[in-house]
């Protein structure tokens, strides 16, 4: 097994989020594709992730709802949420739920990159 962090990115959007699994393995992380809350479960079981890169809406639930599922088994996981429909209410629901973060779509990689650093502990 690689000492590489091991990133879960979850994406309903096929394209964006194999762009993102692409950029994070550009950052020097390991990663794991999920589209689905399902596929993010299995995923999850298979290897414990040390953060998540999760859209807010996927076909069958929400990335807080993963949020929540993950932090029983690590309440510390970084959980990075993102959406393409930012709105004051769902940044607050994002943090208040214990999200790590949240990001805006599009994404901007300097600021993400920053964001997985500090989440990572590597600043």
Do not use: W
């Not at 762009?19 to 992380?29: A, H, K, R």
């Amino acid at each position: 097994m690689s000492d590489k962090k091991f990133l879960l990115v979850v994406e309903d959007d096929g394209a964006l989020c194999a762009q993102l699994g692409m950029i994070v393995e550009y950052f020097g992380y390991e990663s794991a594709l999920a589209g689905t809350c399902a596929e993010a479960r299995q995923k999850f079981k298979e290897r414990k992730p040390d953060a998540v890169l999760s859209d807010l809406y996927l076909p069958d639930g929400t990335g807080v709802e993963l949020l929540h599922e993950f932090h029983e088994t690590d309440g510390n996981l970084p959980v990075i949420i993102l959406t393409g429909f930012p709105s004051p209410e769902t940044i607050r629901q994002t943090l208040i739920e214990g999200g790590y973060t949240y990001l805006a779509k599009p994404v901007d990689l300097v600021q993400l990159r920053n964001l997985l650093k500090r989440a990572l502990g590597e600043n």
